[in-house]
Every structure is written in structure tokens, then in C-alpha cells.
């Protein structure tokens, strides 16, 4: 069976601003994404709801033949969705958070490593409130690793990165998508977007455009897609 991600239909408003007008996609396993938008269109709206942290009609999300509305629990165990540091506990620790993290989705992966790849270890000690906000990205982006779940919604990872840390971070996003992992991961870096997506989603009009990476230069398709007539 191929696992993947289904939307069907999937419509969204906030009170009178429509967001997301009859969407229909789907993203199958070790398939990933990159989600583009200037500011305000709907990235973070979107993959909120695809975890059901806003509601849409029933039957809309489908993960692995799981429904949302109708076994929300099992749906959920099988991706891993964090929106930003601000989320993060300020008094605890990052080995707190990874602590937590493996048990939580009951992993096997090695914490120690992890701190190692993503060359944590001089703060992984230190409580989330004295760390920058690289340095936060980094916990963020170790908390995905370590749920080793399917199915891996990543919203802005890059901002805030050293040119070091997106390199890094681009490799860890090509060792996720190789070992089989679904992922939608949203940026306004359209050269890392070039490097790591099999498929771009453009979100424009309530739609989405979807275009598949076959090495063509993103920003050249991100200004078509953006730029009004005149600019
Ligand atoms: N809780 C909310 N209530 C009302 N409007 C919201 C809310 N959250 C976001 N919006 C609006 O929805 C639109 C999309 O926001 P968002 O998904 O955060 O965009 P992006 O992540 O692409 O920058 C924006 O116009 C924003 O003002
Ligand atoms: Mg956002």
C-alpha cells in the first residue's frame, strides 16, 4: 500500500476573508514539499489544518486511510507539527523537549546523535528562554528528527539560519524525504526550495499551483507568480 496524505475539498475561511477555496491534493510517502506564499496568504493556515488544529468538513483528511474526525488520535500519532519556537517551554531545557519528545511518540531514535548532527551540544543544557533564535530552530528541527514520524509539517525552519545552518538543514530535510518520510515544509528561500522539493505548492488565489521541480530556477517562477503587471 503507498501511504500518503489526502485532501479533498478542502475549503477554509476566516469569518468573511476566504482562505482556501475547494483544494484538492495529495502527498504520498517520501515525497517532499515546499510550501510558498508571500506573507499573510495561508501557509501556517494550511498546515494547521491538515494536524485539525482549525476545523474543515468532515472527511476532507485522510493520512494513511486514517480520517481525522473519526480517529483523531490515530491520525495525529503519525505526524509531527510544531508551528514555531514561541511554542517551545522557556524554563526547560532542550534535552527537556527531546526527552519528551521521544517518549511521547514512542521513538528509537538516538537523542545524543541528533544533538551531535545538528552540533547542539554546546547548548542542549540550557534552558529554551537563553537561546537564539538559530539556536531554537535547531531544538525545532531536532524534535522532528526525534518523533520519527511518518508524515513531517515544518513551517519556516530556515528563518533566522546562517547560511552553515541552512546547508545543514537542507541535508537533514534530503535524509528525512530518503528514509521514506512525508514532509510540506514552508520558506520564502526559494534557492533551499529549489534544492530539497519534489513538488513546490504556490499558494495564490485560494489555490494552489502546483508545480513540479525539475530544476528550474524557483524565484524566476515565484516572481511570475507574485509580481503584479508594472512591477
Ligand atoms: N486566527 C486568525 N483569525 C483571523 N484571521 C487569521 C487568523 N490567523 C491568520 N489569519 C489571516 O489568515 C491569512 C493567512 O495567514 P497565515 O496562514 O498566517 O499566512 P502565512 O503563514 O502564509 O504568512 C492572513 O490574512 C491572516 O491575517
Ligand atoms: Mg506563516
New binding site residues.
Partial sequence: MIHMLTVTDLSFSFKHHPIFDHLNFSIHDGELVGLVAPNGTG??TLLRLLCGLLLTAADTLVLNDIKLYQHRTKYLKQLFFLENSNQLYSELTVADHLTYVKAMWRSQIDIASVIDELEMRDYYKKKIKTLSLGMKQHVLLAMYIISDAQTLFI??PLNGLDPTSIQQFEHIFLQLKNAGKSMVI?SHQMDSVGRVSDRVFFLKDQQIIDVKNTGQDMLTIYNQTFLKAGD
Fill in positions: 501557509k501556517t513551517d519556516e514552508s
